[in-house]
């Protein structure tokens, strides 16, 4: 059974940091592209941020270029997102999620973590 479990968000004022950690199972990932995605209160889900499992490869929305990054531990089969900078517009719950590198559609979700950013 493949779980992902989003951990690391919670309050934070602006300009502060924040590290979300993904803790993947279940299956193995390589041929995944694990994504990070938001989605604000009556808001649609936005991609945040994503890579490929195996080849490390990133891809970082134009929203958060600049003050987000995406990392993977291979060993720890843990997506990592670093937010700093933050901004009262970051406030989201914010998902992990896989798909397989050539399909659009994601196999995999985890429960959400919230990140509130207060001004």
């Known amino acids: 059974q493949v779980q992902l479990v989003e951990s690391g968000g919670g309050l934070v004022q602006a300009g502060g940091s924040l590290r979300l950690s993904c803790a993947a199972s279940?299956?193995?990932?390589?041929?995944?592209?694990m994504g990070w995605f938001r989605q604000a209160p009556g808001k649609e889900r936005e991609f945040v941020a994503g890579i490929r499992w195996s080849a490390g490869i990133t891809n970082i929305a134009d929203s958060v270029k600049g003050r987000f990054t995406i990392s993977r531990d291979y060993a720890k089969t843990t997506v990592y997102l670093q937010m700093n900078s933050l901004k009262p517009e970051d406030t989201a719950v914010y998902y992990c999620a896989a798909r397989q590198v050539f399909l659009s559609q994601y196999d995999y979700w985890g429960q959400g973590t919230q990140v509130t950013v207060s001004s």
């Open positions: 279940g299956r193995a990932f390589e041929g995944y592209f």
